[in-house]
């Protein structure tokens, strides 16, 4: 499996971006992509997951309400469509792969294929 992350940029606090997750190397049908982001200093936290077949969805509280994950079958990719940015959402954006249940399905450890990441600076 190969992960391909992008989308990141420079944006002001209160703007958006979308990042994009382009996967292959076999049928994802029992996996889930998530993504996952890491501040300088920081540990790396879950951001969002989404089942590959089904579209379930899941998000870290504190982007509830401002990001959407999503996947396009036709072109094997999924998306964060990030919202009503915040400078505390800096950090490098992660995708991952893997096959978790649900009860573990925002922990970094349940991912077996990660992306290179993609940085995000908000500026304030």
């Known amino acids: 499996v190969q992960l391909q992350a992008y989308g990141g940029g420079l944006v002001q606090a209160g703007g958006s971006l979308r990042l994009s997750c382009a996967a292959s190397g076999r049928p994802f049908s029992t996996y889930a992509i998530a993504w996952f982001r890491q501040a300088p200093g920081k540990e790396r936290e879950s951001v969002a997951a989404i089942r590959w077949s089904g579209g379930n969805t899941y998000y870290a509280d504190s982007v509830k309400g401002r990001f959407t994950i999503s996947r396009d079958y036709a072109k094997n990719t999924v998306y964060l469509q990030m919202n009503s940015l915040k400078p505390e959402d800096t950090a490098i954006y992660y995708c991952?792969?893997?096959?978790?249940?649900?009860?573990?399905?925002?922990?970094?450890?349940?991912?077996?294929?990660w992306g290179q990441g993609t940085l995000v600076t908000v500026s304030s």
């Open positions: 991952a792969a893997g096959r978790p249940i649900t009860m573990v399905i925002m922990a970094p450890k349940s991912y077996d294929y």
